[in-house]
């Protein structure tokens, strides 16, 4: 069982529609990340969100962290075919050094 | 500059020979992560170095797993007598310090097969 739980686990959508990816648990983070992996590379960061109910924004996407600081959401508008990736969230508890990443959500956007 | 390497790219071995993977984390950069990925899935933290500090070791799955850094700069991930289940991609990650107030980069990752 993962600490974080990503959904959907494979998401594919057409160029222009929008889509929200999940990362839920029952712990709470200092901080969570968000990263961005495309095959063959390592993951890149994209965000970072550390205050309960804070939202960024980065172009067309939108990162949330939950009130509660155990939940995220990323949502993209307009979503375009450089989108696709391997999107995973991780998260740091209190006093920790160390990533504890969700299992991924695979993103596919078709021209 | 140049980001964080990794070699070799790929890697095939027997079930039951030893591999060393390499990570040449960024010039400067303290702090150095080795992951596993298992095939569509997420990273799994499994050592962590800062400067000379002790390692933090906490996420080796096994006794077969070793790493070692020499100061800051290379890394090498042993895994002796590898079994099949081993098989995944490596990814090394640098920072400029400790904890996530500090970017990880990470590299391209070693690919591992174990036949």
């Known amino acids: 069982t993962q600490l974080l739980e990503q959904s959907p686990q494979f998401l594919s959508i057409q160029e222009g529609e929008n889509l929200t990816v999940y990362c839920n648990s029952s712990s709470v983070f200092s901080s969570l990340q968000w990263y961005r992996q495309e095959p063959g590379e390592g993951p890149v960061l994209l965000v970072t969100v550390v205050t309960g109910g804070e939202v960024k924004k980065l172009k067309r996407l939108t990162f949330q962290f939950g009130d509660a600081r155990k939940d995220s959401s990323l949502h993209i508008t307009a979503a375009q075919p450089g989108d696709t990736g391997l999107y995973l969230c991780a998260g740091v508890k209190a006093a920790g050094n160390k990533l504890t990443f969700g299992g991924g959500t695979r993103v596919l956007v078709k021209p | 500059g140049a980001g964080v390497s990794q070699s070799p790219s790929n890697k095939v071995t027997e079930k039951g020979k030893d591999v060393e993977l390499r990570c040449d984390p960024i010039?400067?950069?303290?702090?150095l992560y080795w992951y596993r990925q298992r095939l569509g899935q997420g990273l799994e933290f499994l050592i962590y170095?800062?400067?000379?500090?002790?390692?933090?070791k906490s996420g080796l799955p096994s006794d077969r797993f070793s790493a070692e850094r020499t100061g800051e700069s290379v890394s090498t991930l042993t895994i002796q007598r590898t079994q099949q289940e081993d098989s995944a991609v490596y990814l090394c990650?640098?920072?400029?310090?400790?904890?996530?107030?500090?970017?990880?980069?990470f590299g391209p990752g070693t690919r591992l097969t174990v036949t």
């Open positions: 170095f800062q400067g000379n500090s002790a390692p933090d």
């Open positions: 990650a640098s920072s400029l310090g400790p904890g996530w107030t500090y970017e990880q980069y």
């Open positions: 010039s400067g950069h303290t702090a």
